[in-house]
C-alpha cells in the first residue's frame, strides 16, 4: 500500500474509531514531536503538545498542520488526561523532564529517546551505563515506560516507503498491554512493531542507534534496520 493510500483509509476510518481515540501528550515540538504527533492524530487521537512557550509561532503552526482537536500546553499541563505521554525531548533531559511532569501513575511513556557521547575515536558511544528507558522507568516507577521509535529517523517515520522496504520498531517495555497499546500506533504508521523484551533491554535498544548513527561518520553504506518476524507454526 503507498502512503497516499494509508493516509486515506486512515482519514477515512477518523470518525468510525473515535469511541477508541486516546488524549496523547507529546512533550516536545522538534522533529520527531512534529512526526510522530501529527501521525498519531491521523489514527483519530487527541494531541496535546507540550511546550514551554505554548503560544510561540511555530507551535502554533504545528498545531494548525495536525488533524482533529489538536493544541498545546505546558508541559505539565498537557498530561493531564493523557494514556500516552510522548518524550520527544532531548535524551540528556529524560529524567528531570520526566520528574516535572507530575504524577504519570498508570500512563504509557513512549520513550524515542537517545543519550549518545562521542569517544575518543570521534564516533558516537553510550553516554549513561544503563538506558534512558530505564532511567525514565525509574523516575515514573508507577507509569508504563514503552522504548519506542529511537531507531529511525524522524523523516523515515512519516514516510516509511522512503526507506525502500519494511521497517521495524523494536519495542521494550515490562508491561505487556503497554506494548500491545503502542504497538497499535506504531502499526497505524505503516510500520512494524516487534516486541523484544523487558525495560531492562533498552539499553541494547539503543545501541542500535549508536551503530545506526555511526554510518554517517565513516564511509560506510546507510540502512534501517529489519527484524523479520518468523511464520509462525
Same mark, same amino acid.
Request: negative net charge; proline residues 6%; without cysteine.
Given at each position: 500500500?503507498?502512503?497516499?493510500?494509508?493516509?486515506?483509509?486512515?482519514?477515512?476510518?477518523?470518525?468510525?474509531?473515535?469511541?477508541?481515540?486516546? /488524549?496523547? $501528550?507529546?512533550?516536545?515540538?522538534?522533529?520527531?514531536?512534529?512526526?510522530?504527533?501529527?501521525?498519531?492524530?491521523?489514527?483519530? *487521537?487527541?494531541?496535546?503538545?507540550?511546550?514551554? #512557550?505554548?503560544? /510561540?509561532?511555530?507551535?502554533?503552526?504545528?498545531?494548525?498542520?495536525?488533524?482533529?482537536?489538536?493544541?498545546?500546553?505546558? @508541559?505539565?499541563?498537557?498530561?493531564?488526561?493523557?494514556?500516552?505521554?510522548?518524550?520527544?525531548?532531548?535524551?540528556?533531559?529524560?529524567?528531570?523532564?520526566?520528574?516535572?511532569?507530575?504524577?504519570?501513575?498508570?500512563? %504509557? %511513556? =513512549?520513550?524515542?529517546?537517545?543519550?549518545?557521547?562521542?569517544?575518543?575515536?570521534?564516533?558516537?558511544?553510550?553516554?549513561?551505563?544503563?538506558?534512558?528507558?530505564?532511567?525514565?522507568?525509574? $523516575?515514573?516507577?508507577?507509569?508504563?515506560?514503552?522504548?519506542?521509535?529511537?531507531?529511525?529517523?524522524?523523516? &523515515?517515520?512519516? #514516510?516509511?516507503?522512503?526507506?525502500?522496504?519494511?521497517?521495524?520498531?523494536?519495542?521494550?517495555?515490562?508491561?505487556? #498491554?503497554?506494548?500491545?497499546?503502542? $504497538? &497499535?500506533?506504531?502499526?497505524?504508521?505503516?510500520?512494524? $512493531?516487534?516486541?523484544?523484551? @523487558?525495560? /531492562?533491554?533498552?539499553? *541494547?535498544?539503543?545501541?542500535?542507534? =549508536?551503530?545506526?548513527?555511526?554510518?554517517?561518520?565513516?564511509?560506510?553504506?546507510?540502512?534501517?534496520?529489519?527484524? /523479520?518476524?518468523?511464520?509462525?507454526?
Amino acid at each position: 500500500m503507498t502512503n497516499i493510500g494509508r493516509l486515506f483509509i486512515i482519514a477515512f476510518l477518523f470518525s468510525a474509531f473515535s469511541a477508541a481515540a486516546e /488524549r496523547i $501528550a507529546v512533550i516536545g515540538t522538534g522533529e520527531v514531536a512534529g512526526a510522530l504527533g501529527p501521525e498519531f492524530a491521523l489514527q483519530g *487521537h487527541e494531541v496535546v503538545y507540550g511546550s514551554r #512557550d505554548p503560544s /510561540r509561532e511555530s507551535v502554533q503552526a504545528l498545531v494548525e498542520r495536525t488533524a482533529g482537536n489538536a493544541s498545546a500546553a505546558m @508541559p505539565v499541563d498537557a498530561v493531564v488526561g493523557a494514556k500516552f505521554v510522548v518524550l520527544a525531548v532531548p535524551g540528556g533531559l529524560v529524567e528531570s523532564i520526566t520528574r516535572s511532569l507530575g504524577d504519570l501513575a498508570g500512563k %504509557i %511513556i =513512549i520513550d524515542p529517546t537517545n543519550h549518545f557521547a562521542t569517544g575518543e575515536d570521534g564516533l558516537p558511544e553510550m553516554a549513561v551505563a544503563t538506558s534512558n528507558g530505564e532511567i525514565i522507568q525509574a $523516575a515514573a516507577p508507577d507509569a508504563f515506560v514503552v522504548k519506542a521509535f529511537n531507531t529511525l529517523n524522524w523523516s &523515515t517515520m512519516v #514516510d516509511p516507503e522512503s526507506a525502500g522496504g519494511p521497517v521495524s520498531i523494536p519495542l521494550v517495555g515490562d508491561n505487556a #498491554d503497554a506494548k500491545a497499546a503502542v $504497538a &497499535t500506533l506504531v502499526e497505524g504508521m505503516g510500520l512494524e $512493531a516487534i516486541d523484544v523484551g @523487558p525495560i /531492562r533491554y533498552a539499553r *541494547h535498544i539503543e545501541g542500535m542507534l =549508536i551503530v545506526w548513527i555511526s554510518a554517517r561518520f565513516r564511509p560506510a553504506e546507510s540502512f534501517e534496520y529489519h527484524l /523479520r518476524k518468523l511464520p509462525s507454526n
